[in-house]
């Protein structure tokens, strides 16, 4: 392993070990996302419109149903003329219609395709929900870290004031760094109101994806080691191309759209509807059968027909460039992610190894210097903030980092480590 990834896997363990009190029991990554694999109500509803588009296909590949009909004809009004008279009779007819051949498969093809695509749509919903979880979850990380460092501001900034009062009671300091180390205090713990709203914003962002109900806040978020990543990006593009499932549900509606284009085109060529009839005669007249067929005349073909095949064709269209608009989509979201991951670690590399490591030690002679007056409150407050500042910046480049890695495993699904 690289010797910056060495370093950066250190400084995860570190915090870790910092943060999280012996045998609690953290929240992880991958619990929370087998519960939203679970439990999720959009995978659900992706998965019962699967189920929808696969009983459709019965449907399109069937026949009309038949038609019974039955009649009287009676002679008068007077009386029921039945048997009495010769133009008294009761009729029975049975009729079904039959497509012109080809029609029924292309429409059990389109359907097919349709049910293929709602599938793949299932994967693509299941890697949205992680990638949403994800993000959610290096929020929550994010929040919980910004909490403790502003704690251990705080717990500084009480040192500082406690100092700026003994020196003001003594009078040989000023008021202006009472009043000022003060203000430091008030700030940071506004800064710990507004990073409490953001870790219940992520909380309450993980419960709705997982389909939590529980009103009580989820547990510490464990620090896991940096996700390896040793991909370049030609080959993330070209594995995400290939699998994306995204990409294979276009391809389905693609199919889906030929086949509904071709079934357009038959409509020019009519369906046939065989209609046999039964009349029951009277008056010791003897029985009479029929058998007529009816054929649909397309007078009106320009608005009807020839506009399905235009409208066939414009969906066809459509469907195209969808697919091509997602492969571009795809594309630039990977080399964008990947642009985010490459300038993270190095942003990373720059505060653990030089930035953080000076700014620490100028903490304890800071406040020595403040309190026997050489360096005044402005001073020393500089002095305090840029280590936290530093590694709040460092955490906050590390989430970025892996909010953008699971991005990208939105498209390309789960990546092996590699050496």
Same mark, same amino acid.
């Given at each position: 392993?690289?010797?910056?990834?060495?370093? #950066?896997?250190?400084?995860?363990?570190?915090?870790?070990? $910092?943060?999280?009190?012996?045998?609690?029991? !953290?929240?992880?990554?991958? &619990?929370?996302?087998?519960?939203?694999?679970?439990? !999720?109500?959009?995978?659900?509803?992706?998965?019962?419109?699967?189920?929808?588009?696969?009983?459709?296909?019965?449907?399109?590949?069937?026949?009309?149903?038949? /038609?019974?009909?039955?009649?009287?004809?009676?002679?008068?009004?007077?009386?029921?003329?039945?048997?009495?008279?010769?133009?008294?009779?009761?009729?029975?007819?049975? %009729?079904?219609?039959?497509?012109?051949?080809?029609?029924?498969?292309?429409?059990?093809?389109?359907?097919?395709?349709?049910?293929?695509?709602?599938?793949?749509?299932?994967?693509?919903?299941?890697?949205?929900?992680?990638?949403?979880?994800?993000?959610?979850?290096?929020?929550?990380?994010?929040?919980?870290?910004?909490?403790?460092?502003?704690?251990?501001?705080?717990?500084?900034?009480?040192?500082?004031?406690?100092?700026?009062?003994?020196?003001?009671?003594?009078? =040989?300091?000023?008021?202006?760094?009472?009043?000022?180390?003060?203000?430091?205090?008030? /700030?940071? /713990?506004? !800064?710990?109101?507004?990073?409490?709203?953001?870790?219940?914003?992520?909380?309450?962002?993980?419960?709705?994806?997982?389909?939590?109900?529980? $009103?009580?806040?989820?547990?510490?978020?464990? +620090?896991?080691?940096?996700?390896?990543?040793?991909?370049?990006? &030609?080959?993330? $593009?070209?594995?995400?191309?290939?699998?994306?499932?995204?990409?294979?549900?276009?391809?389905?509606?693609?199919?889906? %759209?030929?086949?509904?284009?071709?079934?357009?085109?038959?409509?020019?060529?009519?369906?046939? =509807?065989? /209609?046999?009839?039964?009349?029951?005669?009277?008056?010791?007249?003897?029985?009479?059968?029929?058998? =007529?067929?009816?054929?649909?005349?397309?007078?009106?073909?320009?608005?009807?027909?020839?506009?399905? +095949?235009?409208?066939?064709?414009?969906?066809?269209?459509?469907?195209?460039?969808?697919?091509?608009?997602?492969?571009?989509?795809?594309?630039?979201?990977?080399? &964008? !992610?990947?642009?985010?991951? =490459?300038?993270?670690?190095?942003?990373?590399? #720059?505060?653990?190894s030089a930035l953080i490591p000076k700014a620490r030690q100028n903490i304890d002679a800071a406040l020595a210097l403040f309190a026997t007056g050489r360096i005044n409150a402005s001073q020393a407050l500089a002095t305090l903030k840029a280590p936290y500042d530093y590694e709040l910046s460092l955490w906050q480049q590390q989430v970025q980092r892996e909010k953008a890695i699971a991005r990208i495993k939105v498209y390309t699904g789960d990546m092996e480590a590699k050496p």
């Amino acid at each position: 392993m690289p010797r910056p990834m060495r370093l #950066l896997g250190l400084a995860w363990v570190v915090g870790m070990l $910092v943060a999280s009190p012996a045998g609690a029991q !953290n929240l992880t990554l991958k &619990d929370l996302i087998d519960q939203a694999l679970k439990n !999720n109500p959009d995978i659900r509803a992706a998965e019962a419109r699967a189920a929808a588009a696969d009983e459709k296909i019965s449907q399109e590949a069937s026949l009309a149903d038949p /038609m019974f009909s039955a009649g009287y004809q009676n002679e008068g009004f007077k009386k029921y003329t039945y048997g009495d008279s010769q133009y008294a009779w009761w009729m029975f007819s049975l %009729s079904q219609t039959f497509p012109f051949p080809g029609k029924r498969g292309l429409q059990r093809e389109a359907a097919q395709y349709e049910a293929s695509s709602a599938r793949a749509t299932i994967e693509s919903m299941r890697r949205d929900v992680v990638g949403r979880v994800s993000q959610a979850y290096y929020d929550l990380v994010l929040a919980t870290k910004e909490l403790d460092i502003i704690q251990a501001r705080l717990s500084l900034a009480a040192r500082l004031e406690d100092a700026a009062l003994a020196r003001y009671a003594a009078g =040989t300091g000023m008021q202006e760094d009472v009043i000022m180390a003060q203000a430091e205090k008030y /700030m940071l /713990m506004e !800064n710990q109101a507004m990073a409490k709203a953001r870790r219940d914003s992520a909380e309450a962002m993980l419960k709705r994806e997982t389909g939590s109900q529980d $009103v009580n806040p989820l547990a510490r978020p464990a +620090i896991d080691p940096p996700t390896p990543f040793a991909y370049t990006m &030609d080959e993330l $593009v070209q594995r995400a191309l290939a699998g994306a499932p995204e990409l294979s549900e276009r391809r389905q509606m693609i199919s889906a %759209s030929e086949k509904r284009l071709a079934r357009a085109r038959k409509e020019a060529w009519p369906d046939i =509807t065989i /209609m046999p009839q039964y009349y029951r005669l009277g008056g010791g007249m003897e029985d009479m059968w029929a058998l =007529t067929a009816s054929i649909p005349l397309p007078l009106f073909y320009r608005g009807k027909q020839g506009a399905a +095949i235009a409208e066939s064709s414009w969906n066809l269209t459509s469907a195209q460039m969808e697919l091509e608009a997602a492969r571009l989509r795809i594309t630039s979201e990977i080399r &964008d !992610n990947f642009a985010v991951i =490459t300038s993270s670690e190095r942003v990373m590399e #720059l505060y653990r190894s030089a930035l953080i490591p000076k700014a620490r030690q100028n903490i304890d002679a800071a406040l020595a210097l403040f309190a026997t007056g050489r360096i005044n409150a402005s001073q020393a407050l500089a002095t305090l903030k840029a280590p936290y500042d530093y590694e709040l910046s460092l955490w906050q480049q590390q989430v970025q980092r892996e909010k953008a890695i699971a991005r990208i495993k939105v498209y390309t699904g789960d990546m092996e480590a590699k050496p």
